[in-house]
């Protein structure tokens, strides 16, 4: 045993931008934590938040749901004392922070510190590094006029930081997920950068949270060899930590299970070599993890020495602008109905020749076959009663994507017999630029948290 | 011996990292680890995967939790954001594992037909 038994609970509120809003409310109510974390990204998130910035200049540049996730909590997290640690701000925490002092006045709750964590954004200094993408060997410099994003996952110090000057919420641009718990748990714990068996336990505590429903029962469930009981209601996770021990659970009353498998599943989701699971602030051996059912819905995660000192470079994505992508689907049904799709795409093959379709990348997939797993779907054993030709290509330009739809749309009086059609009502519906997303490697000495409290 | 589905002895989670894949392959029971790491090479998982993965097949074991990793370099047809595949981040791909077929003993009682209460 430690001389310091201090227990830290910290919820979690989210594990993706758009993911259930009743959890939060519930884990404030109930929860009796000191934490409740916010994870609001994806690898996508900065580069489409971009997208839409520069389609409609209007667009806030942190994440749309910041207001109406934190409302209702604020002022029973202000009473109870429970902090709130976000990633909700994008690409302009200081803006979110701004955006939350403003709740914060319209609910009446005084006396709020709300700190914004910056530091991520490169823009373009990202060209001026001498740096080359991990994926392709290319330098960056070559894409500069392409770049719509350039961001750092950084680490936990910010967080630290912010909560050190007396923050209530913390709202940070990208950080690596696991970090909005490892950023709490260092602090309430004492715990030293430079010691990375504490940073290697956090981030895996962090990597098993950061996912929301994923630990406690949700992308879990296969009826009748994986049973979750009441998944419709499922609660989010709870992690118990103290320097001796670390258990993951939920509300009693919620939906879900925590279980040894559900915990297994998210320790290796999203992650390539166990072994050396790459993180800002520390590399993580994940197989020096194990797990031991403690109770109903409680498991206690065992974490040996898992550390070993983190790298001199911090990972950053670029986000660059790669033309156009067109998706448009027809649809069939009933006898011969996998004959009729098969028949029109050889039309559409045809007609694309015709208007000299321009398309770097061209896929027609029978959905409900081999659109899932593609190439390597098993063969047919019966004709299916219904088919979907989902059709969908990447161009240069604009004019070549709306070549799909202007091919797709006639089919409605000259396919065959028999053609339904996706809804799509709307022009361009289903042409979207298409943003692709590099990764490189930036010496860590570049990027410094900045940490803004505002009151 | 008879041949069983991969799904009676084991539960999988696929995610994405860019334009690669992973798919875990984790023991319902630890004592079936072993039958994992015999049966569960990359070389049967590349006759499942091989016709869209575009890189290389890498094996992780992970022991003490009764588990494989598998990465699938360049099975996202160029990652999340700009995959012309209806599933562009690769999260069904986990269920393609689950056909694999394993050879296990006559007397093993497979997991579909077990009881809930065996099944926890």
Known sequence: MSANNKMVRLGCATGWSRDRFEPAADLIERGNLDYLCFDSMSEVTMSAAQVARMEHSDTAPYDPYLEMRLTPILKSAKERGVRIITNQGWLDPQAAARKVLEIAKSEGIRNLKVAAVGGALLDDRICDLGLRFVETGEAVADSRERIVSAEAYMGAQGIVQALRDGADVVITSRVADACVYLGPLAFELGWSFEDHHAMAKGMIIGHLMECGAQVSGGYFADPGYKDVPDLHNVGNPIAEVSDDSVTITKLEGTGGLVSEATCKEQLLYEVQDPGAYLCPDVIADLTRVSFRQAGKDRVEVLIDQAGRPRTNTLKALVGIQEGYMAEEMVLFAGPGAMARAQLTQEILKKRFEMNQLNASELRMDYVGLNGVHREASPRPVNDPYEVVLRIALKTQERHEADKLRKEVDPLAVNGVSGTGKWATSSPSARVRPVIGLYSTLVPRDLLVAEVQVLS | ?120
Request: charged share 25%; hydrophobic share 40%; glycine share 6%.
């Open chain 2, 1 to 120: 011996m008879k041949t069983i589905a991969l799904r009676e002895i084991a539960h999988a989670r696929s995610g994405e990292k860019g334009n690669d894949s992973n798919v875990s392959v984790i023991a319902y029971d630890m004592a079936d680890y072993e039958v994992l790491c015999q049966q569960v090479t990359v070389q049967a998982v590349k006759a499942l995967y091989g016709p869209i993965t575009r890189g290389t097949i890498v094996r992780y074991e992970a022991p003490r939790i009764g588990a494989l990793n598998f990465v699938l370099r360049d099975v996202l047809e160029g990652g999340r954001s700009r995959t012309l595949a209806f599933d562009e981040s690769g999260k069904a791909l986990s269920s393609l594992m689950l056909t694999l077929p394993v050879v296990v003993s006559d007397e093993y009682v497979i997991r579909s037909q077990r009881k809930d209460h065996e099944r926890q």
